[in-house]
């Protein structure tokens, strides 16, 4: 499901106010939009580079480990308290090295935990090889690879988000009520981070 593409001039205003990344504040609002009535925890898995030892460097292949958000976010905060809270709490497992998960491990009793990747084309640098003329192809993306995922990729200014489901596993109605709420979410970011984050209604199932 592809959402609209926004701007992404006003979130970053907030983020350099609170000294965080774009990512930071995209985080939080995929955060707080799958945040439901029954707990205010909301547990977020993101994926990260794996390759950290040397020993990876001569080696080809994708590399990559998830570290799992697990923040509180109460029913009265504001979008920049909730901000400050990813942060404090994806720094500290960045940190300590907790919060990791296992993608390929059973799922968690408590349901689908979501995922959330960040994607900017600005720093990707292009493939040379001498010889070669490298042409970069198209992404084509038609396969649910997680339950329920939301990839956003930046492009100049712009940030193009994509939600990914099993309907199988999550009712498109839902899937559709949380992409609205994060687009909601960013455009609040922008236009007042200190104002209330309302719980999202219960619907029916």
Request: charged content about 25%; overall charge neutral; hydrophobic content about 40%.
């Amino acid at each position: 499901m592809r959402l609209p593409p926004f701007h992404g001039r006003e979130a970053e205003r907030l983020a350099r106010q609170e000294r965080v990344p774009l990512f930071t504040v995209l985080l939080t609002a995929f955060a707080l939009a799958a945040r439901g009535t029954a707990s205010p925890r909301v547990r977020v898995d993101v994926p990260v580079s794996g390759r950290d030892h040397p020993q990876l460097a001569s080696i080809t292949g994708f590399f990559t480990r998830f570290h799992r958000l697990d923040v509180p976010l109460p029913e009265d905060t504001t979008f920049r308290q909730a901000l400050r809270r990813v942060h404090g709490a994806w720094a500290g497992a960045e940190e300590t090295g907790t919060g990791t998960a296992n993608p390929l491990g059973p799922a968690p009793a408590d349901g689908v935990v979501p995922l959330f990747s960040y994607r900017s084309g600005d720093v990707q640098p292009r493939l040379r090889l001498a010889g070669c003329a490298v042409t970069e192809a198209r992404w084509v993306h038609d396969a649910a690879k997680e339950d329920l995922g939301l990839i956003t990729d930046r492009v100049g200014e712009t940030v193009h988000p994509l939600l990914e489901f099993r309907a199988a596993v999550v009712p498109e109605r839902a899937a559709v009520r949380l992409a609205r709420r994060f687009t909601e979410l960013v455009t609040q970011a922008a236009r007042d981070p200190d104002e209330t984050v309302a719980l999202p209604e219960s619907e029916a199932p």
